[in-house]
């Protein structure tokens, strides 16, 4: 067997895995392959409900059956080691049908594959319990230690694991913000790029912003000001306002990445 589609099989057990060795792409396709209902697909799979429920919880949206799992694998421990291990063997089953290498892996979720540059042509496993599906294609990605940030040159959008929907809905300006510094790596040549970012950078530090480019990007999304964290604030605070986590977090570390 080729080495590097057995590195592949090999990472495709591990239910969370980022490639630590790239911090940097752009210009690339990089696409989320997620598998549909993956909870679900594994309880019936399996067996592990009976077919009455299958058909009322088919039935159920999206966040009410994964109530029901929830609540399922609280009352029974075995069945979250069920979910784990059985998707262990779709991903690695999905690996080995598409003939994925390791470097093609950008990262791992339980239920989900960041590949670059590759091209599907099997997204049913087990006689089709399982599908994969594109959840979403992006052209650049950034690491920042834990933080895995996607960049979507058609969408003109970021998204950012781990940070939740509301809390990105809050933090509008600041992913705006980035989102054009990463836009403009894709589209620009150093010697283009380095006024553009000094010059952000240096607006950012001086408090020159919007008020809410200054919101912390975080699932808190507030502002910070010394000790505490406000949901709003208004002008008259603004020289008051601790700028340092996105600076140090984001700005900073993807202005010297994108140089």
């Known amino acids: 067997m080729d080495k590097n589609l057995a590195d592949a099989l090999e990472l495709a057990k591990r239910t969370n895995y980022t490639n630590k060795d790239i911090i940097y792409l752009k210009n690339v396709e990089i696409v989320e392959w997620d598998i549909r209902s993956a909870g ?3 309880l019936k ?14 039935k159920l949206d999206k966040h009410t059956r994964s109530v ?7 009352a029974n421990p075995n069945i979250a080691s069920l979910i784990i291990n059985t998707l ?5 089953c999905f690996v080995n049908l598409n003939g994925i290498k390791d ?5 791992i979720k339980k239920d989900a594959m960041f590949l670059i540059n590759k091209r599907i042509s099997h997204n049913k496993i087990f006689n089709d319990y399982f599908e994969f599906r594109k959840k979403g294609v992006y052209s650049s990605y950034v690491l920042l230690g834990e933080k895995e940030i996607y960049y979507s040159s058609s969408t ?3 998204d950012i694991k781990g940070i939740s929907e509301a809390s990105r809905e809050k933090c509008g300006a600041i992913i705006k913000d980035l989102v054009y510094l990463i836009r403009s790596g894709e589209k620009l040549n150093r010697e283009q790029l380095f006024p553009i970012l000094k010059a952000y950078r240096k607006k950012y530090l001086n408090r020159e912003l919007p008020l809410d480019c200054y919101r912390e990007l975080n699932n808190g999304g507030k502002f910070r000001i010394g000790k505490y964290t ?4 208004d002008e008259s605070m603004r020289d008051d306002i601790d700028i340092s986590g ?3 977090n984001y700005i900073n570390p993807i202005i010297n990445i994108l140089v």
């Open 68 to 74: 029901r799992e929830g609540n399922l694998q609280r």
């Open 230 to 233: 406000l949901e709003e604030i």
């Open 103 to 107: 470097y093609e892996i950008l990262s």
């Open 246 to 248: 996105n600076f140090m």
């Open 88 to 92: 262990a063997d779709v991903r690695s």
């Open 45 to 58: 799979y399996k067996g592990a409900i009976p077919p009455f429920l299958i058909d009322e919880w088919e």
């Open 40 to 42: 679900f697909s594994v």
């Open 156 to 158: 003109n959008s970021m």
